[in-house]
């Protein structure tokens, strides 16, 4: 009882109450005011304000509440600092293509290619400034989020390839080859908005795949499926409405459909080689495609939705493949079903 041993004496023990001391000069009960009576009566503390009550009433005289020590281990949301690093990137990215759209705005000198009928090699230089500005925005904001993830113990895997810059460099070539090939008043504010679509849209679901867990998995999967394949479209469109020549033609498309790919297979669980290869082959198969393609008398963008369907077939099967050791019936059945009835529409509406 501490300094209680001092002022009470041993016939509380006997008694179940507490007997004051004379000889210690404590006062009795008649002369202690209401709130001392109502301490003395009642203690939660002794005179050296130890406690003598726990705040728990099931909890036994002079006991304090356990400790319940950190929380436990568990999966932790990841609060990426890439989004609004890639949100900023995204605006700059897209005020450099509306600078290029309002210097490829105007009236055309006769070329037959559409991408040099207003364009300069000064409109050329600062495209490729806003590339690489697009490329280096997207892998410093892809390890700004990679490092979050990794201080809340979700490492990437060891075999993962840097591609977070593929997605946001095609979505700004094509936004340039757009603004180029229509150089008109619309491209201005289209041209910008496809280049801040397009980089947000892929750094977000970047960012979706590092912070899902097994109940958003599938969100997020669809999320980056369908931003690569809206980014596939426009810019596999955008080199086709060019009709170049078709060496040239097979080079860019493959290369887009290429980079692509690789995006695409980092949701699989090959190894780095694997993918690079599974890469090239996707390219090499749309690149294929396109030497036939260039000899058809088509509207533009159904010749740029024939080559989607072409990498969404060969991205597709081989996506599936990193994520299985053996292609299921309904894989083939799926890819295949979809991409013959694509091509039947396309065919009849061309």
Not at 194 to 204: P, Q
Not at 239 to 259: F, Q, R, S
Not at 272 to 283: K, T
Request: overall charge neutral.
């Amino acid at each position: 009882m501490g300094a209680m041993g001092s002022r009470f004496t041993g016939d509380a023990g006997r008694s179940g109450g507490l007997v004051p001391d004379a000889s210690a000069g404590s006062p009795t009960g008649s002369d202690l005011r209401p709130s001392e009576r109502t301490s003395v009566s009642n203690p939660t503390t002794d005179l050296g304000g130890a406690p003598l009550l726990s705040p728990d009433p099931t909890q036994p005289i002079g006991a304090s509440r356990p400790d319940p020590g950190p929380p436990g281990a568990g999966v932790q949301a990841v609060q990426q600092p890439g989004s609004g690093l890639g949100l900023i990137i995204s605006a700059v990215v897209a005020a450099l293509v509306l600078i290029l759209g309002f210097y490829a705005a105007g009236d055309s000198n006769g070329s037959k290619l559409p991408i040099a009928q207003t364009t300069k090699p000064f409109f050329w230089v600062m495209a490729a400034v806003a590339v690489v500005t697009a490329i280096g925005g997207a892998i410093y904001a892809d390890r700004i989020a990679a490092q979050a993830a990794a201080a809340v113990g979700r490492e990437r895997p060891d075999g993962s390839l840097p591609t977070a810059w593929t997605v946001p460099a095609v979505a700004t070539v094509a936004a340039i080859l757009l603004v180029a090939t229509y150089h008109n008043a619309t491209m201005i504010v289209a041209g910008p908005l496809i280049a801040f679509l397009g980089n947000a849209g892929a750094l977000f679901a970047r960012d979706l795949l590092d912070d899902a867990g097994d109940s958003t998995q599938r969100a997020a999967t669809t999320i980056h499926t369908l931003v690569i394949h809206a980014v596939a479209f426009l810019a596999l469109g955008a080199v086709y409405l060019n009709k170049m020549g078709t060496p040239v033609l097979a080079i860019l498309v493959g290369l887009i459909g290429g980079l692509l790919t690789l995006e695409t297979l980092e949701r699989g669980t090959a190894s780095r080689e694997i993918r690079l290869l599974y890469a090239a082959l996707a390219g090499w198969a749309i690149a294929e495609a396109a030497l036939g393609l260039n000899w058809w008398q088509t509207h533009g963008w159904t010749g740029g939705a024939i080559l989607l369907v072409c990498f969404y077939l060969a991205s597709g099967v081989l996506l599936a493949r990193t994520q299985r050791s053996v292609l299921r019936t309904r894989d083939l059945v799926e890819f295949g079903l979809v991409s013959l009835a694509a091509f039947v529409i396309l065919a009849v509406t061309a």
